[in-house]
């Protein structure tokens, strides 16, 4: 309460006094400003214990999820209403998002297999070879990983990638032989799924009886393929004739 009493240059007094109430303002606190990935998203921002609220993205609830950069605001109001006010930024980086795709079976001819995560060349790679390129060729068997980096961001990926050697054929070099010694015999070697000759046989081995480039695609357990082809000549033997039987003095 406060009085004063005043006095004139008579000598007469007057009095007077007021009452003030001093209420207390609201003191929000939304966090200080912060720098998060897409991967930790949305974040709360809570406003503290008010009669109403007003967010600067026109929320007005006490509690607001925000997901995106930008700076958030919000002013709040008690019930005897006196206001306060808070800030903050909010700085959202992009989470790396690696993806190498399903594991991997290739035929040793197929090979370098190229990994690729698939995300911005610019972000910082590390593969488990060692490697810092945003790609990798392998060669070999085996499990690979990458962690991507954007800033403080990270993510990881990995896949199994399997280099199955193809298969070895030999039929045997280009051949002649004399008409009688036919059939001769190809062998295209034991073990495989499937043979596929120009013949149209599907055997492991086949019999030719005549002139003609031969040629067989094998088929391993894995699907891996192979090719092997020779060249084959029939020479006529020669038909000598001396003639009839003969009876002489």
């Known amino acids: 309460t406060y009085a004063v009493t005043v006095t004139d240059i008579n000598g007469c007094t007057g009095s007077d006094n007021m009452n003030l109430n001093v209420n207390p303002s609201p003191n929000p606190d939304i966090g ?11 974040i ?3 406003a503290g214990s008010g009669a109403s609220y007003n967010w600067s993205t026109g929320d007005v609830s006490q509690i607001i999820n925000v997901s995106t950069t930008d700076n958030y605001s919000v002013t709040v109001t008690n019930l005897d209403g006196c206001t306060g006010t808070d800030d903050m930024n909010l700085n959202v980086s992009p989470t790396p998002a690696p993806d190498l795709g399903p594991d991997v079976t290739v035929c040793d001819y197929n090979s370098p297999v190229t990994l690729d995560p698939g995300t ?3 972000y910082t790679y590390n593969w488990s070879t060692g490697s810092n390129s945003s790609t990798l060729s392998v060669n070999s068997s085996g499990n690979y ?4 980096t954007n800033g403080s961001c990270t993510a990881e990926d990995a896949i199994n990638v399997t280099v199955n050697t193809s298969p070895a054929v030999n039929i045997g070099p280009d051949q002649s032989e004399c008409d009688y010694n036919l059939p001769i ?4 070697g034991a073990g495989m799924s499937s043979y596929n000759w120009s013949t149209g046989g599907n055997t492991q081995t086949v ?6 480039n031969y040629s067989v695609t094998v088929t391993d357990v894995n699907g891996c393929t192979a090719e092997d082809d020779m060249s084959f000549t029939v020479n006529p033997a020669p038909l000598p004739d001396v003639g009839p039987d003969q009876t002489l003095c």
């Open 120 to 122: 911005n060349p610019a």
């Open 207 to 212: 019999n030719i009886t005549s002139s003609g």
């Open 185 to 188: 015999t190809l062998d295209a």
């Open 44 to 46: 709360s921002l809570d």
């Open 145 to 148: 990983s990458v962690t991507v």
């Open 32 to 42: 200080a400003d912060q720098f998060v990935c897409t991967s930790d998203v949305p």
